[in-house]
């Protein structure tokens, strides 16, 4: 007999809501045992016991007694003659009785001890045997069960058989019927594609094992599909499965689920169980569920995970959604939603408190705060203030969390402390750099820093820079969020030496910079710098009045600016948007007398995007110096055009006016233009672009005689920017220009 167990659904009330109870039926039944002997060499026999069963009485009495009086005296044996003797005392008699009571204990043990010996443990005669468990030899028990989808059914080998000499693999597709309404139903989401990508069936690449695997997988799909149907709001659903055999040998089995998705469920009342809120519409004008929706999982978890992120904006730091309720009606198909919400209290910006392993101290987390004190809580200006602190590169981590105080304001809100929690980051990093252009030769770059030597934020840099034209180290000191959030305050001192064709300089240089700068974290649409430079320079150029090179020394003082508007999606890589640049150098030389004069230079740059891996980016630059002559202004202070970062194709400084010797002169004005287009393919990436560009000694740029270069380049996109290598010809090549020219180095051309 068997002992089965159902669960039933049962639906209570008319029209009522549905709820489920659990029916248990169980039904147990014994077999009688029986007890099996094995005698006779193994032969088994009933151990029914059988009772004697008495002689019939007759009645009668035999007529001579068995035995003689005479034999029965002889065979009695004599009485023993103590038997008449006195007794003994009670306490001999207890005394041997003891003894011999003893005497039976000790031969039982000594029995025992021998039983022990001679029978397994099991057989020994303890009704109560304690058993130690077996010891576990196979590791593979330990080993998570299969997934269902994926579980080989091996066919069962009847004794007899012959197995064939291969596996038979079993191809089969699959087919669903009966969802259409839902698809139709369902605009926003395509429940075929969904299932697809979940499906044992789909993912068993139509071949199986045999059929018991086929039905595993089906099994397995009907239930995804039950759940992806009730996710869409159909909690009625249900769902068959049958294969269809192949007509013939070798063809091909049909897997079909059969969908019968009943009605779709909406929504018959939505309830927001929360106390009074400031303002009062906080949550339901935020709540994205409307009465008369369709019950969809999405839908639900994305109006509740709205309300998560709208309340800590609008004072509600502590903001709590507890488990929600949905009470399913079958007629009609709807459902009754209610959410449990502890708004907690209403809040506003206190103070801060740091621990952990400190980079600086509660005064500069203030300084980084874009609020202040008596603000409503803004859970956004929370997030600025961790993305301002991860942004220093102090920390391995740091977190911010609101922290409640107990103190009312003044507006009746409760005061929050932001505890920042920090875990400093190594304050000592080596970065470098290098590259390789035509007219430039190879370059390499390196520096150490000290992130925060003189706190906080007080940074020691070394660096130096070593190439085949070019080579000079210096020292920085630079002070990041000085006195006021995204501030910088630099002072460098340098010493290089340049060996251009255009000129030779050994130059000293004292420079100081403030500036609002934009960080690879942080992107601002607008930042700007100011300062100052002080300058001393040995050089020699070609004096065209002279018309001969001649050594000088010049001393220069200038008050450079800069101002960027940035509307480009990426600080390093950019793809979409613009960049507008100004710069402005006022300047005062004293080299034979005093002279006065500016630079200005005025770039701008745009990025458009066709599709997702193509871009079309341009570039568009002029400079002009005014003031002065350009045989009085010193030549590193001049103008020139040709190389990596300017019009590829030609080398170095080359463009522009020359000397008798072809050595570039520089000038008082320029103007370039480039233009690329990026294709991108995982991390690699080819550009194809042209170059123009052209430098005048007059004071303006006249936009004629431009020279042209094209070329193709690579692209290897990492973490910290992409690898370039462009390779680059001249149009209308001139005597002594190279054929082809190489420039290798870290980020885009612009």
Not at 62 to 82: G, M, T
Not at 258 to 280: A, K, M
Request: one cysteine or more.
């Amino acid at each position: 007999m068997q002992a089965g167990v159902r669960l039933w659904p049962v639906y209570d009330g008319e029209g009522a809501g549905r709820s489920i109870k659990l029916l248990l039926a169980c039904a147990i039944a014994t077999a009688p045992s029986a007890l099996l002997a094995q005698q006779d060499g193994g032969a088994s026999a009933s151990t029914d016991s059988t009772a004697q069963q008495p002689e019939d009485p007759s009645g009668q009495q035999p007529a001579d007694p068995i035995i003689s009086n005479e034999e029965f005296e002889k065979v009695v044996p004599e009485l023993d003659p103590a038997m008449n003797g006195p007794l003994e005392s009670m306490e001999e008699f207890t005394a041997r009785q003891d003894a011999l009571d003893a005497e039976a204990e000790q031969n039982r043990k000594a029995a025992d001890a021998d039983s022990a010996e001679a029978l397994p443990a099991a057989q020994d005669g303890d009704a109560n045997e304690q058993l130690a468990d077996a010891p576990i030899t196979d590791p593979a028990i330990d080993d998570p069960l299969p997934a269902l989808a994926d579980f080989q059914v091996e066919p069962v080998t009847i004794e007899g058989e012959t197995p064939d000499d291969q596996d038979v693999e079993i191809k089969y597709a699959y087919r669903i019927e009966g969802l259409e309404p839902v698809e139709k139903a369902v605009e926003d989401n395509n429940v075929r594609d969904t299932f697809a990508e979940l499906s044992a069936l789909k993912d068993g690449d139509g071949t199986a094992a045999n059929a018991a695997q086929v039905q595993a997988r089906l099994t397995s799909d009907q239930q995804l599909m039950v759940t992806i149907l009730e996710s869409e709001g159909y909690y009625d659903a249900s769902v068959t499965g049958g294969i269809e055999l192949p007509q013939q040998a070798g063809g091909e089995a049909t897997a079909i689920l059969n969908v019968q998705p009943g009605d779709r469920y909406t929504f018959g009342s939505i309830t927001l169980d929360s106390p009074p809120i400031v303002p009062p519409n906080l949550l339901t004008s935020n709540f994205g569920l409307k009465v008369g929706n369709p019950i969809t999982a999405a839908n639900v978890l994305a109006a509740e995970a709205n309300l998560s992120v709208i309340a800590p904006q609008n004072g509600y730091p502590f903001f709590e959604i507890g488990q929600r309720d949905i009470l399913l009606d079958s007629v009609p198909a709807t459902g009754a939603y209610t959410l449990p919400i502890t708004p907690g209290a209403r809040s506003s910006f206190g103070g801060f408190e740091t621990s952990g392993d400190l980079a600086f101290d509660s005064e500069h987390v203030a300084l980084l705060a874009r609020f202040e004190r008596g603000d409503l809580y803004d859970s956004r200006k929370t997030d600025d203030l961790r993305q301002a602190l991860v942004a220093t590169g102090l920390f391995n981590t740091v977190t911010v969390e609101p922290k409640q105080t107990g103190e009312t304001a003044p507006d009746g809100t409760e005061y929050v402390t932001l505890d920042v929690v920090q875990n400093a980051g190594p304050p000592r990093t080596i970065a470098g750099s290098a590259g390789y252009g035509t007219g430039q030769g190879f370059r390499v770059e390196g520096s150490w820093q000290h992130r925060n030597l003189f706190p906080p934020e007080g940074a020691l840099i070394a660096h130096a820079v070593a190439g085949t034209q070019e080579q000079g180290a210096g020292v920085t000191f630079r002070r990041s969020n000085a006195g006021k959030r995204d501030r910088t305050v630099e002072l460098t001192l340098n010493a290089l030496r340049n060996d251009f064709d255009a000129y030779n300089a050994l130059t000293g240089r004292l420079a100081g910079r403030i500036s609002y700068d934009s960080t690879p974290i942080w992107q601002k649409p607008l930042t700007y710098g100011y300062g100052f430079e002080l300058v001393g320079s040995y050089e020699e150029g070609y004096n065209e009045a002279l018309g001969a090179r001649e050594k000088e020394l010049y001393f220069i003082g200038a008050l450079p600016g800069q101002v960027t508007f940035d509307q480009s999606n990426d600080l390093l890589n950019p793809t979409k948007g613009y960049r507008l640049t100004a710069r402005l150098s006022p300047e005062v030389a004293l080299n034979d007398g005093t002279r006065t004069y500016a630079r200005t230079l005025l770039e701008a740059t745009a990025y458009q995007p066709f599709g997702e891996s193509f871009v079309l980016a341009g570039r568009v630059r002029a400079g002009a110096i005014a003031g002065i002559d350009r045989n009085d202004l010193a030549p590193s202070r001049r103008y020139y055009a040709g190389g990596g970062g300017s019009v590829r194709g030609y080398g170095y400084q080359q463009l522009g006016p020359k000397d008798p010797n072809g050595r570039p002169i520089g000038g008082r004005s320029l103007n370039e233009a480039s233009i690329e287009g990026r294709y991108r393919f995982g991390n690699y990436g080819i550009v194809a672009f042209v170059d123009a560009g052209q430098v005048y000694e007059s004071v303006l740029p006249k936009g004629k005689d431009l020279r042209y270069g094209v070329g193709i380049g690579g692209r290897f996109y990492t973490n910290f920017g992409p690898f370039r290598l462009d390779v680059a010809t001249p149009i209308n090549r001139q005597p002594g220009e190279s054929i082809v020219s190489v420039y290798v180095s870290i980020g885009q051309a612009f």
